[in-house]
């Protein structure tokens, strides 16, 4: 048996290979390119034939995707491997400081060699496609949110008293108005027929001239100091927010397209829809890589830490957060919804309180019942159905 370990990188990639006895025989680099890919491939076939051959990579983004693929498709067995595992073992096994790319492949090799790991199982079409694009849009939103921040610093320069003003600043009406009248100065000169138009239109009819009115008053009151720079700066945020508002609702098109012919039962859990459905299905993957719900707990990171030493022994630890951090925020947020819209969780939730858990770890607690949940949903392929003994 051979082991191999490859440590990845945008341009070209270190490649180790050990014996069975765990001895170096080759150590070399190749391209990350198709002479590379082919260059490794043979190589190996030179060695033993693919079922003899373990092959790991560090699971360190996108740049070994396609030779994991390549070697797959190559008939060899290919595992990723955490980095957090490949962290921890390098520090394990030498007390020396010693890092390069030539190390990290070596030491992936041996983790490949003494781990019982098992070769990753090719994901269908569909959640590949999934994973990217919920990823994507979770990106995008964090852009978002980051813009919003900027214009919320603008405006309490331009006109502070507007931050309150609508239950939403970044809704059809706020942005409308932001985009007319970016300053309590322009506002508090307007025209206070066009003003009530413009909130008519944007609000579908729910503002009017009392909204108008009370708006103009405000602005004319306000403490807010105009500034030719922060206008400018103001309306270039508001164009950025507007374009990642229309690719967020691109993302939220394809993901429903996909999700529909997926027809996964995730979809069938409350407080789970789309968007939160494509992430944690994506995530997750195969559900056949995961022995027990404990396993997919973990790899969430949402399994609690274990310290015992000596006669301290507390009764339960704080979150690992390790594993999947896309899996875990998409948990946590579905196990916010889900005791509003499910008599099996919110009699859950009312339990873990009941206890005198705070609201933000009861909802944990309800994020790892979702997982066990989800583990016997995906696992038997079944809907589900909210009850008591669910």
């Avoid at 429903?256 to 995530?283: C, F, H, N």
Wanted: hydrophobic share 45%; with cysteine.
């Amino acid at each position: 048996m051979f082991f191999v370990g490859i440590d990845v990188s945008s341009v070209k990639h270190d490649c180790c290979i050990l014996d069975g006895s765990r001895k170096m025989i080759r150590s070399f680099m190749i391209l990350n390119s198709r002479e590379g890919f082919s260059a490794l491939s043979a190589t190996l076939i030179e060695l033993a034939a693919p079922e003899d051959i373990k092959i790991g990579l560090e699971a360190t983004g996108i740049y070994g995707d396609n030779l994991a693929r390549f070697l797959r498709r190559k008939g060899f067995n290919v595992c990723t491997i955490n980095p957090l595992l490949c962290k921890k073992h390098q520090s394990a096994t030498t007390l020396r400081k010693t890092k390069n790319d030539r190390s990290d492949a070596k030491n992936i090799a041996l983790i490949v060699a003494s781990e019982d790991l098992q070769p990753d199982q090719p994901l269908s079409y569909h959640i590949v496609e999934l994973k990217s694009l919920s990823r994507a849009r979770f990106l995008t939103v964090k852009d978002r949110s980051s813009l919003k921040n900027k214009v919320k610093r603008l405006v309490t320069v331009l006109f502070p008293e507007l931050l309150d003003a609508f239950t939403d600043l970044f809704g059809a009406s706020g942005m409308a108005l932001m985009t007319r009248y970016p300053s309590a100065k322009t506002l508090a000169a307007c025209n206070l027929d066009t003003l009530t138009e413009l909130l008519r239109t944007a609000s579908r009819g729910r503002f009017g001239r009392e909204k108008a009115e009370a708006l103009r008053k405000l602005a004319k009151e306000s403490i807010g100091t105009f500034s030719d720079s922060a206008v400018f700066q103001l309306r270039l945020l508001l164009k950025r927010i507007e374009l990642l508002n229309t690719q967020i609702e691109m993302y939220d098109d394809e993901i429903r397209r996909l999700m529909d012919q997926l027809d996964s039962p995730i979809l069938s859990l409350p407080g789970i829809g789309y968007t939160l459905g494509a992430m944690i299905l994506s995530e997750i993957g195969d559900i056949k890589r995961f022995s027990s719900p404990a396993k997919l707990l973990a790899f969430a990171g949402l399994e609690p830490s274990v310290y015992q030493s000596g006669k301290f022994n507390p009764a339960s630890g704080k979150m690992v957060k390790r594993g999947s951090p896309f899996l875990r925020w998409a948990l946590l947020q579905a196990a916010t919804y889900a005791p509003a819209f499910s008599i099996t969780f919110a009699a859950y939730y009312d339990k873990k309180r009941l206890e005198g858990k705070s609201p933000s770890v009861a909802h944990s607690h309800v994020a790892k019942k979702l997982v066990r949940v989800i583990f016997a949903l995906l696992s038997k392929n079944a809907s589900f159905i909210d009850s008591f003994a669910a």
